[in-house]
DNA sequence: ATGAAAGCGCTAACAT
DNA sequence: ATGTTAGCGCTTTCAT
């Protein structure tokens, strides 16, 4: 088996100049036609494929950006992921997708096998970088964060909802219900969960109620682990860090035996589609449209190098759902 | 600012050449120490960051592969992607994801892209691809398909389980709990959802009970609606084509009052993780396992292209949980 | 409308 | 141990 066709073997073919097979491949109009009819078949028999190593090396662009998220088989990325990949596409990007399982060190190797391939921009849906690892990929090359605010880095722009307030709504919502005993499983020791926990205590405080906190994680057993802890303290309702805990959480319930909403309540967040058939109430953020407007940003940013760092907060709002209703006992309307 | 440093830059502050720079940065072991320090103190003062395009054009390979996944919000085929990802980073490639959102001519545009940009194998991790692009793709670089067979089209591999005899395990276990009203919902028109669907029907005969199939797809609104139409028709069990759709015949349960596996029981497939939080019966194929074998099968056709088509099965069984049970009013042991 | 030539950033013989 | 040289496949002036 002989080795790929190049654009060389098409112009040898058609018998026309690299250059001409080259400009007619594009589509450029001053090509002959009769020149341009030849090449196109030549291409074509041939299987010519461009390569695209090749004709990035020379036009010294990628037209690519490079995508991390931190975490595959959470599907709230893959929704964000959407809208990133629709605009992209859009504005003539392509895009290179990776992940580090959130691991800091794997996701640094991947970020950086991305810069070596030279993409344009960088997308982070979320990621567990460090403070210097970051700036040093933002110095580099344009970047977004989504999920939080990264305000004040030099060619770094963010887009997320405001996790404080969501965290709020949820507990104005279960204790617009009369539940009291409103106990938030965390998701653990980063940015999002300490944010969420805050807007909790801040959300508890204003209704006069009592916080209490136990630990979780942004994972389904994190959630199963902490819902029962909490039950242990006497919840009437649960408030769980993310939509993937809330998912464990609903698992501890069941295995206790107990009713959602009618002995305990339950509110996520996140705003993941698979909670719809799962009835569960969440705090949901407009995931698709965050990844559209990280993807806006970036492309603005890539034409516009020297722009000011800019942060877009979307709108976060409670969508209740079956899992949240009155506490035990509680007057019916 | 100034365009990026270069090898040439680097080898210039170090006063070396580029060829000495080249090998010292590839760690070879015949470049003196001093030399070799100078140079990579001057590429770290410049942040110096290979030019990947430039090495693959020159190499003539890209120690790359190309993965396409059908839809990346279904957790399961992330699960495969776990173990392509593994594997292939300890054979030494690098993974180039992309998905075609189960729409054929993105598809198409994806991978076509993959193979630009000159990858040396391509995964697909289900697909919608017709015969001849598959068949297309195949010829010009290895290819490996997993969740079906694929067998005999030269440079192609696969992997995928029995889907067939998984769905007559699924089958056989809920006849064994003594259902006869056992209901499929299909996951539409697709090989995969044919086969599984055969598999019900031969279960069916084998124990003498009327099959009763009802139109569904491997979504949630799919199950959803499939499971409504099978309730309908009396079904006292509901074996639901995949686990995402499995989730909305959930859905449909709940919705109708009807509880499981008391009133009706159900079994998914594909064995995706969150089943477990959400304690529904599936018939589980190993995941990670099938990306791994994947990974493996196609680094070997890599290196030896000349090897004849291969299929691997991999085994199915069914994890029973809460939501299978016994019949209503069958007698409890 | 077409071709010749230069060169993108890098690697790999081949010299020395 | 180090440098010189010749490309990899392509795009893009610049001539004609």
Redesign the interface.
Known sequence: ?SRRPTLYDVAERAGVSKSLASLALQGSPKVAPSSRDAILAAADEL?Y??????S??VRQR?STIGVHILD??N?VF??I??GV?ERARQRGY??????G?ADPSTERTEI??L????VEGLVLIAHRLSDADLEEFAR?VPTVVVTWRTDGVPGLDSVSGDDEHGARLAVDHLAALGHERIVHVTGGDNRIARERRAGYEQGMAAHGLEPYVVDGSFT?SGG?AGALTALDAGATALFVANDLAA??A??AL?DRGLRVPEDVALVGYDGM??L????VTTVAQPLAEMGRVAADLLTDRIAQ?GRESTYRRVETRVVARGSSGPRRGAARR
């Open positions: 088996m299987g494929r461009p390569n695209r190593t090749a990035s090396l990628t595959l088989h599907p893959a929704e992921l959407d990949q392509s895009t290179l997708l990776v992940t399982n950086t096998g810069l070596e391939s030279r580099e389904e199963y998912i464990g609903l698992a069941r589609r698979l719809e058939s799962l009835d190098p």
